[in-house]
């Protein structure tokens, strides 16, 4: 790859990484996944733990619910912490935690499966078996990563709730899942304050009726609400006998469910994304090792939060299952000082970095002195996830953070495809805002309105055409809207909902949404949710929400919304309006501004025209306004 003349500005691979990466020749690998991609998943399924093997690695007989490693039976928890505790490798460091107060804590392989055993065995205890949903809302503490794999080692499905979500975000979540268990935390540190989640939780269980038992985790240790009969302490359960280290995995078929993660989508509320424990295992390993190129010494940082679909694959299963050393922090990049990741950075001898655009901006503007206080020479490799990179963010990040000596891994994926699906890897000749081209094995394209592949640099949907084993499997109890969403739009094509284009060395750019779903620092939040919440103030109508382009944040929420007759707004109405968005969806869903209007563009048939707000606001032709109802 090094020696092709590619266009554009690029940055070819530095020869030190490529020596000793996983993979050298990426031509070499794409050929060989090309021509076979079955097998070429089965040889690295083959490096997983199975209890026994599968007797077809494909079934598309009812497509396009997939299904892969068909009679497979496995248990990822087995992949990521037994495996790894039989030989030397049980004293290897598999977490080291840092709380934005100081706190620390590590654990190492063998620590960590104990510590899930004991976690698994109270939620047993708790009435948990195979096939129960556990929601968890937490912080970024250890807690929540045992949580979640003490749930899968027993077969129950986690659903976790970003902590950063609210009230009604939290209530809706509890209730589709039906889940018996809501594992929380008495609070979490952010920025020197405490978010007060299990007041927030307990906000939402008045709202939600199906949850049994609330397990509460202490973090914070301020005083908090505790329900008799209801909530009960963990580390007081964890004294218990019944708490005690002697819990096996429970055998899986490879299509049983791991877990439930809630998105936003085009239209309508959150829906729930189902992973299962073969495919997901077999597609977060093989990427992370691949494009990471974890190796055997290596401390590797994905600083998202385990609440999204980053923190699920690539903080707690993919690099567990690669049986490398995972760092976490629980806090705010900048808290005390804007140094405070340089300074981990330093302190731990992080070798890989994975962050979020908007988290690379926003350091960015605290200028270079901050991490050249820093020594970061021990920095490998950098990864950037969430939304387009622009290419000055990313020569700043690959100079001033990576020393120029480090390639940036810009990763393209989405909740529903579980694993990286448009990637570099360390020997790729890099070109600043592409994540170059989709991992072996995957065929994507972009395609135009009918379906037919777009030219060089020309935009259009961004779409999969071979199906992925971390492929989601449904959305959960909605199957009809896993078909109508994903599959409906081109036959036998997953639409990704974004757009993009691909240049003339075949390196694909992506763009962004197509879709109602709003990237706000990288999070990603439907215009639906926020406008519901808007329209549960008393004073409103109407509201219509749309995402505004910002420099530090990606984009921005603008919301345009109509008073009830008779509303009378006070001086500081738009403010009051701005947190009761915070408290119903969360400090995120904010929007940044809001504007009262008379009425809203619609359609005949009553639909809000999104397209032609934003086309207002932004000072921009509206385009077709034939089906504008006025
Ligand atoms: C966007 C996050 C450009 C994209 C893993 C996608 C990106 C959505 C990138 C999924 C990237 C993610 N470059 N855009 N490297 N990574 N996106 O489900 O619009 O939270 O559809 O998954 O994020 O967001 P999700």
């Known amino acids: 790859m090094a020696e092709k003349n590619l266009s554009g500005d690029v940055y070819y691979p530095p020869n030190g990484i490529v020596k000793n990466a996983h993979i050298k020749d990426w031509d070499e690998l794409n050929a060989r996944a090309h021509d076979d ?13 199975w209890y026994k093997k599968w007797d077809a690695v494909l079934d598309d007989s009812g497509k396009p619910f997939y299904k892969w490693f068909v009679g497979g039976r496995t248990n990822i928890v087995h992949s990521c912490l037994d495996r790894h505790t039989e030989g030397a490798h049980r004293n290897k460091l598999a977490l080291i935690w840092e709380g934005e107060d100081g706190a620390f804590q590590s654990y190492s392989y063998f620590a960590l499966l104990r510590e899930t055993k004991r976690f698994a065995n109270v939620l047993k205890s708790l009435g948990v078996r195979k096939g129960d949903r556990v929601t968890l809302y937490m912080g970024r503490i250890p807690e929540l990563a045992i949580g979640m794999l003490a749930c899968a080692r027993i077969g129950a499905m986690h659903s976790v709730v970003y902590g950063g979500f609210s009230v009604e975000a939290l209530h809706e979540r509890l209730e589709d899942s039906h889940s018996k268990v809501l594992i929380v935390s008495d609070g979490a540190y952010q920025r020197g304050k405490i978010v007060p989640l299990k007041d927030i939780a307990d906000e939402a269980l008045q709202r939600a009726a199906t949850v049994e038992s609330v397990l509460v985790v202490r973090r914070t240790g301020e005083p908090i609400n505790m329900e008799s009969g209801r909530d009960m302490w963990y580390h007081e359960l964890a004294k218990l006998p ?102 981990m950075i330093e302190k731990y001898g992080i070798n890989i ?46 100079r001033v953070i990576g020393g120029g000596r480090c390639p940036i891994m810009d990763t393209w994926w989405q909740t529903e495809t579980g694993m990286f699906m448009i990637t570099p890897m360390p020997c790729v000749a890099l070109k600043p805002g592409s994540g170059t081209r989709p991992f072996p094995g995957i065929e994507m394209d972009i395609y135009n309105e009918e379906g037919k592949p777009v030219g060089a640099n020309e935009e259009g949907y961004l779409v999969i055409k071979t199906p992925w084993p971390a492929m989601l499997r449904t959305i959960y109890g909605d199957p009809d809207r896993y078909v109508e969403q994903y599959w409906s739009k081109y036959e036998g094509v997953y639409m990704t909902g974004d757009s993009a284009k691909r240049d003339e060395d075949g390196y694909y750019w992506v763009i962004g949404r197509v879709d109602d779903v709003i990237k706000v620092s990288g ?20 509201a219509a929400v749309i995402g505004l382009p910002h420099d530090v944040k990606g984009n921005v929420i603008h919301a345009f919304v109509i008073l009830r007759a008779g509303a009378a707004p006070g001086e500081h109405f738009i403010e009051e309006l701005r947190q009761h968005v915070g408290h119903e969806v969360g400090p995120i869903a904010k929007p940044e501004h809001i504007e009262i209007v008379d009425s809203l563009p619609k359609t005949r048939s009553g639909k809000i025209m999104r397209r032609v707000l934003k086309a207002q606001a932004l000072g921009e032709d509206p385009g077709n306004l034939s089906t504008l109802e006025e």
């Open 37 to 49: 991609y079955q097998g070429f998943w089965a040889s690295i399924a083959e490096e997983l733990h």
């Open 523 to 542: 999070y990603r939040l439907g215009t639906a949710e926020i406008e519901s919440a808007l329209v549960s103030h008393h004073d409103i109508a109407e």
């Open 353 to 398: 970095l994975y962050t979020a655009p908007t988290a690379i901006r926003g350091l960015m503007r605290f200028g270079e002195n901050w991490p050249n206080r820093h020594d970061l020479s021990s920095l490998r490799l950098l990864g950037s996830v969430g939304e387009p990179i622009n290419p000055e963010a990313w020569k700043w990040y690959h």
């Open 242 to 343: 019944i708490a005690n280290v002697d819990c096996p995995c429970e055998e899986m078929d490879a299509e049983d469910p791991l877990f439930l993660l809630y998105t936003s989508g085009t239209t309508g509320k959150p829906k729930a994304i189902l992973h299962t424990h073969g495919g997901y295992m077999v597609g977060t390993y093989a990427t992370l090792k691949y494009v990471f190129d974890i190796q055997e010494q290596d401390r590797y940082w994905c600083a998202a939060d385990p609440g999204w679909i980053t923190g699920h694959s690539y903080i707690v299963y993919g690099p567990l299952l690669n049986g490398a050393t995972n760092f976490m922090y629980e806090g705010a990049p900048t808290y005390p000082y804007p140094n405070r990741w340089w300074q």
